[in-house]
């Protein structure tokens, strides 16, 4: 089993090596490096497919599909010239604007959706004004992470820890978690406009030329128009709805997804899978291969463990370590793995009596959701912004993204450690 271990844990390392360097794309590396843990017996196939999280995958394609022939509609157009109209088409304040609407679309969403609504919308918009994608596209991701930490909906971690921890409520999220996100936000909205301000500059004439434009006219087609909306309202209020109807968030968004495609006929069928981002479904299968690897050896249960027993049972430190590590190690392995090691370990903790145990939840929440943030690979909404720039012929590279967020995640982490001693201690 040690030999096993050495082995998972070289071939993890090689992996992510080789998708910082960006020299092979990183679906590849991915795909290759879960096919090497299953092919040199760290992990056997069966329990290979048991850790690839099919209700990611599910809701991911679903949404891209409703997205992709919301899209042909000209929807999205509409809602990118009506939000720069109203932002008078200065690109800095569209910036603001965006980032706000994805925060709170994420926080009662889910971000993986809600980023999938807003980057068509940011493509219309900087091709109007000819500016660079990449700071609206690095500033959503940001956004939609710290949103998405808000609700219990709002990201993977959070459905995780709620469907562990019966008492903790949907408002027991929102009491507990949306202030210190609305902090969060409020620091970090200032700094993307310090960081981006000079960088997305437009001339007069493309903002008086995007005044004059009549924003009706991109509508295209109405009554698809009206199929789509119809579909995606019902989809929303399934988000909302799913445990109280004890479904999953993929099912309702695949159930939406293919009752649209029943509303729009086999055409609109084969050109909706033609744009699902395949590249991103094979990445995440991979990084969720790749990862299994280190959990059935061992390796992430036993650094949980070693690093709760370094604070000897001390509420305030294991929160503190709960958090800085959950952070750290979420923006660099995927989270939802990570969430599933530590919830068995920190309800272990309340079993042999440590004291304030509600607190740790709200750490393992903060960090990894807000550890997302940290890289490219950290949290789902990051991989999906990032397929659909490259395929706008705008990557964002690896190196491109950490230089923001890590130093914005850090930000965020230490004033949720504040938080949480002003708070609970």
């Not at 202030?179 to 004439?205: C, D, N, W």
């Not at 705008?394 to 230490?414: D, N």
Request: proline share 3%; aromatic share 8%; with cysteine.
């Amino acid at each position: 089993m040690e030999q096993q271990a050495i082995l998972a844990m070289g071939i993890f390392l090689l992996t992510y090596g080789l998708i910082i360097t960006e020299k092979i794309h990183r679906t590849i590396v991915a795909t290759i490096g879960g096919i090497l843990m299953v092919v040199l017996g760290i992990v056997d196939q069966e329990s290979a497919l048991h850790h690839i999280d099919f209700n990611t995958l599910g809701l991911l394609i679903g949404m891209m599909i409703i997205v992709n022939i919301t899209a042909e509609t000209g929807l999205f157009t509409y809602m990118a010239l009506l939000a720069a109209k109203k932002a008078k088409g200065d690109p800095v304040r569209i910036l603001v604007a965006l980032v706000l609407i994805t925060a709170v679309g994420s926080a009662f969403l889910d971000n993986v959706t809600t980023v999938l609504l807003m980057v068509p919308v940011t493509f219309s918009i900087t091709r109007q004004l000819r500016v660079n994608p990449i700071p609206f596209l690095i500033t959503q991701i940001i956004a939609s992470n710290i949103g998405g930490t808000a609700t219990l909906i709002g990201d993977p971690p959070n459905i995780m820890i709620g469907s562990a921890v019966k008492y903790l409520t949907f408002m027991a999220f929102i009491n507990n978690l949306a202030p210190i996100v609305a902090i969060i936000m409020a620091i970090t909205i200032p700094i993307f406009v310090f960081l981006f301000r000079k960088h997305i500059q437009t001339t007069p004439e493309l903002k008086r030329n995007m005044m004059q434009i009549d924003e009706k006219e991109v509508i295209t087609d109405r009554k698809l128009l009206t199929k789509s909306l119809c579909v995606l309202g019902l989809t929303i209020v399934g988000f909302f709805l799913h445990q109280l109807l004890h479904l999953e968030s993929a099912t309702v968004a695949l159930a939406g997804a293919f009752v649209l495609l029943s509303l729009t006929g086999e055409h609109a069928m084969e050109k909706a899978f033609t744009k699902v981002e395949w590249t991103t479904i094979f990445f995440f299968i991979g990084l969720f291969v790749l990862v299994s690897g280190l959990v059935e050896t061992g390796i992430i249960s036993k650094l949980a463990v070693a690093a709760i027993e370094l604070t000897g049972g001390n509420p305030v430190a294991t929160s503190m370590l709960i958090l800085w590590l959950s952070a750290i190690a979420s923006a660099f392995l995927d989270n939802i793995p990570f969430v599933a090691t530590m919830i068995p370990m920190i309800q272990e903790m309340g079993i042999l009596g440590v004291e304030h145990i509600e607190p740790l939840w709200w750490s393992l929440a903060l960090g990894a959701c807000l550890g997302g943030n940290g890289t490219l690979i950290g949290a789902s909404a990051n991989l999906i912004v990032a397929g659909m720039s490259a395929k706008e012929g705008h990557p964002i590279t690896f190196m491109t993204f950490m230089k923001y967020g890590f130093s914005l995640m850090i930000i965020s982490i230490s004033l949720s450690s504040i938080y949480i001693y002003v708070r609970f201690y």
